[in-house]
């Protein structure tokens, strides 16, 4: 049994993934893991894990929903504020200043309608330094990244383990 077999069946998923890629593509997958590291140096665990939901939602991907839930549940992240996240600008009081101007930019740079706005980028400069909101950016980009992967080669939820 392939592993995308068993993913089919872990998953319940109604195929299996039509590929895994850092089996098919091992240096792709070696340099997004790398990537993502250097995305991660100097951000909270707690903001990186909702930038990653958030993008995940957006970019409808099961397979990152799954894991970064399970990741904040196990980082200790709130119930209300996972379930809410979707709409965090109508719950303000339950995301910090700071988690707003990052969840604002994870939207604008995921959806990129009209590119990411003065209004949008200064309002997270001022709750980031420079090298952090460098960090963030790169963070955003890598989800988005690992979204696209996911929706596209059908990877499902349920097989990830924290």
Known sequence: MTNANTNAQVTGHHHAPRMLLHEVAPEVGKAMLSLERAARKGLET????????????????????DMHTKDARKLGESEERIYLLNAWHEAPGLYTEKEQAALALTEAVTLLPGGV?????????????QQELAQLIAMITTIN??????VTTGLGPGAYAV
């Open 46 to 65: 707690s903001l990186i894990e909702l930038v990653k939901i958030r993008a995940s939602q957006l970019n409808r991907c099961a397979f990152c929903l």
């Open 145 to 150: 990244a690992w979204n696209r992967i996911g």
């Open 117 to 129: 706005s003065d209004e949008v980028y200064d309002r997270a400069a001022k709750h980031f330094p």
